[in-house]
């Protein structure tokens, strides 16, 4: 069974910084197409912030270029979220994805809290 683990999320006030973290865990090595990190602020829907395919491409929305950097580690099924110059916009839960090279899988993690206070 695989699971999607997050963990650093937090409060933080704006122009800081976080970062988060994502690992497959019951997963085979190599086995995701792409993974990113989508993020859902009360009232509104689920949005991808950034994502990383297998290729090395790269995609940001907008509102993040130049502020967050996505990372991967292929071999341990991990991604990374760095996220600079943080903005009260930015506040949401934010939500890892991952999606298998077979039959494209969708997996999510659970969530982490994102704060950011003007």
């Known amino acids: 069974q695989v699971q999607l683990v997050e963990s650093g999320g937090g409060l933080v006030q704006s122009g800081g910084s976080l970062r988060l973290s994502c690992t497959a865990s019951g997963s085979s090595r190599s086995m995701f197409s792409v993974m990113g990190w989508y993020r859902q602020a009360p009232g509104k829907q689920r949005d991808l912030v950034a994502n990383?395919?297998?290729?090395?491409?790269?995609y940001y929305v907008d509102s993040v270029k130049g502020r967050f950097t996505i990372s991967r580690d292929a071999a341990k099924n991990t991604v990374y979220l760095q996220m600079n110059g943080l903005k009260p916009e930015d506040t949401a839960v934010y939500y890892c994805?991952?999606?298998?090279?077979?039959?494209?899988?969708?997996?999510w993690g659970q969530g982490t809290q994102v704060t950011v206070s003007s």
């Open positions: 990383i395919f297998s290729s090395g491409t790269i």
């Open positions: 994805n991952a999606r298998t090279f077979f039959r494209s899988t969708d997996y």
